[in-house]
């Protein structure tokens, strides 16, 4: 029998019944076809307010709870209580929806756990993106997406990724309907093999191993390669430079 | 006894002393502390060309081998042995360096591969990123690393990007060390864990139960989901028209 | 005497005393410098609601003046009387703060108007853009906002970009100050420059010219390239290609 | 009678009869058709080496003439003499191609001068991008082109980026031709805007000013602003924090 695994879905469309949707719930129901537990959430039915950014001004204050008091308690803990997060948003100016981007900035709460308890509680989930529009600009959504739910500990399964950026019905594009599938099912699949992991995955701990040994090995090795290399490789500008000289004389 | 994997680090910087080496190594150094091998190519010591694009002119025509006879073979024989690859590259304007570029575009016969025996080569490896320059653009450059690698089928554990943008010594930089550490450990842990997993992380054979059950299923319930709400979203736009024209009547 | 203009700034932070009031601040202080009447917006103390896609739903009902009614019709009224903008936002998860997010999708409604009176309403204005961090991402920012700012109609002038992404105080960063200073006045010359310009920038009356002469003779030159060049291109990948089999053999 | 500009087209794509190169021919037609003089290059026949990153050992050892002997030497001309410069690329996962790419690179030389001289030898030159693909990926190289070229000095004009981003062909794509037709016209018209501009656009000369004058106001007015708004920000966190506080008891 399969590990049980749980795969929350948010939609960051104001329309509930457009592509994004179609997406994602392609998506939800390849999940719950591998035997998942799966949850979908519209985020425009959540009060979701700005993050005010207190990180700034005193790097302690953003902890969980987050000190503003609306709808994302709840996706805060529709989130820890998740293996799986697939985000799903329509491409707004070829970035995500103004809510996503407030899910996401809100986050931080979870994030800048490393620096009050030592490990970001988003850590070692897993997560997929889904990009829609009528025209452009999914990959640089999805690129977006993938390096700041990486900053945040997730871990992006393979093709963890469809997009659909087209006026046309989404369910007659192939492609995107398979890679909407392959993504709820990438996400099942890790957050299963990972279930049991039992490690933290940033370990602070390899700091005193760093200052004591590391670094040092790393600055020699360097050195070496500077000694060995680096009277080459101005011999070879410098030629360069006289050869182009006497090009230019000509 | 842990599973035994194999770590490859391209590096694709001119200077092989420079601020990439260093983190570069350090990440390296770590996973060998693990138990990984590890392996560390400094790819301007080998001739890359471009990439043709065969595949525009014919889709099957891009394969492995790739039809371009340079050292690049070496490259792709190693990153076949691997289990996982750590790319650490200069940024260049924003971007990775030329020679990773050609790296990246020729890894196209691996991933191509999907359409001639169903599976990228590179699905299920692990990666890691590292972009080091004097001034600015490594979140760009890891964003842009972090969809191409993991389109192409890679897996990216968490945390495994690391930085530096600054003329000072990197290894003063300790967060950058940190990371890069974090950086070849989650690499390792990551790649260990899925030594084993057999399945194929993109499965095209999801397309019959797509097609048979999944599509109707999905467009009825957006159809239901339109019918309760479209309605209701065209008499709040309407209302907010009719406010603001009476608004802007006054 | 030197042409009058108008430069607004809009700081997307909640920390009107932070590092994104000080570039920005800098950058308006310069146009001030050079003659320019200038005024300095906190979006934070202005209600803007998320766009709500009825673009998507049809396409003529994204109009100015926008359906929503609040503190975005300030905004929209503001820039409408500016000849340039510039986009101070602090770097919430390497893209713009939420209210930044917010006001960009709301300017859909000029952009749109290409389609109701065929030009874009903010088309031919000049844009800056200030990015301010603690840490990372400043780049990636600014290509953001240059891609949506420039599909919108905005002119970018030379160097129109300043950042910084660090803890410490942005006003000891020289780098940092010249180039918001730089920013400011570099919108300033290039708005002054186009003030009297009178035509429109995109222009849609090409298409006749386009589809009765100029398609026709793409087409031939393309066919005429591909004829002289497609056979050899071919030969070139097919010897390479026996090559590659030949060294395979050995 | 109008200005007379010169227009380069620069095609990074190995095949010279395909998507790019129409997309770029109808940008350089429409140019032509305005009365400009434009030159079409075809990068893939010319050998365009790697940057080696001169700049990261010794700040001024980068400058034009680059030391690297090659063809770069001809665009490099070709560039200098040309008011505005149209970039047109394929998308090779989502990133221009290598030696588009190489040719950014060696750009480098050009900017560099700033050190040199005290001004990038590409400052206050028009650009456009037109970027080409089979699947995805043009926004963000847009993205990416636009932030580059705007940081060595380049003008973005408005709207100065089209796209096609699918196998079917380019010149039934009524949009991509209009706007490539667009990028064409919108290039002219600005290089002949700013044809007569004499004075520099990044003025390393603020400087004095900046530290004798805008430093301590800017700073001063930070300051008041902090002193009337953080004692009431850090109340309102308070107050949200005891809020939250006492929900949580319930």
Redesign the interface.
């Known amino acids: 029998m399969s590990v049980k695994v749980k795969i929350l879905g948010l939609n960051g469309?104001?329309?509930?019944?457009?592509a994004t949707?179609?997406l994602l719930?392609?998506a939800l129901?390849?999940a719950k076809?591998l035997g998942a537990d799966v949850e979908e959430i519209n985020l425009?039915e959540y009060r979701i307010k700005?993050?005010?950014?207190?990180?700034?001004?005193e790097q302690l204050?953003c902890r969980y709870?987050c000190?503003?008091?609306d709808d994302m308690k709840i996706i805060y803990d529709k989130i820890l209580e998740s293996d799986g997060v697939i985000f799903a948003t329509?491409i707004?100016?070829?970035?995500?929806?103004?809510?996503m981007?407030?899910v996401?900035?809100r986050l931080?709460a979870f994030e800048n756990m490393i620096f009050v308890d030592g490990r970001s509680w988003v850590?070692?989930k897993v997560a997929g993106v889904i990009a829609v529009g009528?025209d452009?600009?999914?990959?640089?959504v999805?690129?977006?997406m993938?390096?700041?739910l990486?900053?945040m500990?997730?871990?992006?399964?393979?093709?963890?990724?469809a997009?659909h950026?087209s006026a046309d019905d989404v369910?007659k594009n192939?492609n995107a309907?398979?890679d909407a599938?392959?993504v709820g099912?990438?996400v099942v699949?890790?957050a299963r093999?990972?279930k049991e992991?039992r490690?933290v995955?940033?370990?602070?701990k390899?700091?005193e191993?760093?200052q004591r040994e590391?670094?040092r090995?790393?600055?020699e090795?360097?050195?070496r390669?500077?000694a060995k290399?680096?009277s080459n490789?101005?011999k070879i500008?410098t030629k360069?430079?006289k050869?182009?000289g006497s090009?230019?004389s000509t």
């Open positions: 469309s104001p329309r509930p019944y457009g949707f179609k719930r392609t129901e390849t076809k425009y700005d993050c005010i950014g207190c990180v700034s001004d204050a709870p000190v503003i008091n329509p707004y100016w070829y970035t995500p929806s103004g809510i981007k407030r996401i900035d931080t850590e070692g009528n452009s600009g999914e990959i640089q999805i690129s977006l993938f390096s700041i990486n900053s500990g997730f871990i992006i399964p393979p093709f963890a990724l997009y950026a369910l192939r309907i398979l599938a392959n099912r990438s699949l890790m093999l990972i992991f490690d995955w940033y370990d602070v390899l700091e191993w760093i590391l670094i090995k790393v600055e090795e360097a050195e390669i500077k290399t680096y490789r101005m500008i360069l430079m050869e182009k090009d230019n």
